[in-house]
């Protein structure tokens, strides 16, 4: 069994990829930014049932600063890096989210490299690969960048396509033998294990309370949570997946208004105030000119964007779960730990 380092533990992901570790067997260390976070860590878990919580170790570390780190990697034989910045809202600068996201990365890489770590999977996103090209009809894979410099590029989007570019820059350049391996995922749902969860779950939660009162025309693509943990388990070990990018998404994408119909088919009345109708494009682009909040969706509206996901399918032998059972999940998960309240 290895010894693995999962930065950022106190997230969604990776408090689900810890407990996927656990009960592999393997000995985790994870990053907090504060001690005072380890007991949200611990809940997480025991929500989780993961077992052998003893064998997980905690070190004080942050993307921003160089301190911990080398403490974090000690011993490690991989690293899942899987810390990343994420705004609550707008930033006043691109730079607030691109410098930390992409230092954030390389700082982690250069510890890896300098503790003679085997393997680094990075979570990257598809934001990194499918933004930034306008409406077309392509299907993208792990061939394809985000353009930067294109429409509809949020400073969340261009971060994650800098930061991974930066990720195999380095390895390319000073790497000295280091792995890499990117796992790009979706909008990223399934069952949450506490308050802490990522913001595609909003979605969800909003739908449930009732603040949502029609599905605007927005399509995502979805993927299970513990599919995604799983994915950065199988590249973590997989002998050809260095140098490798893997897309992690369940299968074609799904409108709000598909989620939202089969929240009420599937949770009956938890689901009761999930919308049964669509609000029209237009309306929205009315209401973005007043209100604020409504104007990042604009350029998402009727936008489908395909992805496939042949390469994990076939190289890794992965199985995700699909749209529906994902956004099941993170429903009833939502209603059983009492987290529609607010």
Do not use: C
């Not at 994420?86 to 510890?111: N, S, Y």
């Amino acid at each position: 069994m290895a010894h693995v380092l999962v930065t950022g533990g106190t997230g969604f992901l990776g408090s689900h990829t810890i407990a996927q570790l656990l009960t592999a067997e393997h000995t985790v260390t994870t990053t907090v930014r504060s001690q005072a976070r380890r007991s949200d860590v611990e809940r997480m878990l025991a929500v989780a049932g993961a077992p052998h919580t003893d064998r997980v170790s905690y070190v004080e570390a942050d993307l921003t600063a160089d301190r911990g780190w080398d403490r974090a990697v000690a011993g490690a034989d991989h690293v899942l890096h899987m810390a990343s910045p994420f705004p609550g809202t707008r930033p006043k600068h691109e730079d607030e989210v691109i410098v930390p996201a992409r230092d954030g990365a390389l700082r982690v890489l250069r510890a890896a490299r300098d503790a003679g770590v085997r393997r680094t999977v990075l979570t990257s996103s598809f934001a990194a690969e499918g933004y930034g090209h306008g409406r077309t009809a392509r299907t993208f894979d792990e061939d394809d960048w985000t353009r930067t410099d294109g429409p509809g590029v949020s400073a969340y989007i261009k971060s994650k396509a800098v930061a991974e570019r930066a990720a195999w820059d380095f390895v390319e350049r000073e790497g000295d033998g280091l792995e890499l391996t990117a796992v790009n995922p979706v909008g990223i749902f399934g069952p949450v294990l506490g308050p802490d969860y990522a913001a595609s779950i909003r979605i969800i939660h909003t739908m449930l309370t009732g603040g949502m009162r029609a599905a605007p025309p927005i399509w995502t693509n979805t993927v299970d949570v513990r599919d995604v943990a799983d994915l950065h388990l199988r590249a973590m070990t997989a002998p050809g997946a260095a140098g490798q990018r893997y897309l992690a998404l369940a299968g074609e994408p799904i409108s709000f208004h598909e989620i939202a119909l089969t929240l009420r088919a599937r949770l009956g009345e938890d689901a009761a105030k999930a919308p049964t109708g669509s609000a029209p494009a237009w309306l929205l682009r009315l209401l973005a000119t007043v209100n604020p909040a409504l104007r990042e969706t604009v350029p998402q509206l009727g936008v489908v964007r395909r992805a496939s996901n042949a390469k994990a399918r076939k190289e890794l032998d992965w199985t995700p779960r699909s749209n529906e059972d994902a956004v099941v999940a993170t429903a009833e998960s939502l209603v059983r730990l009492g987290l529609l309240s607010g």
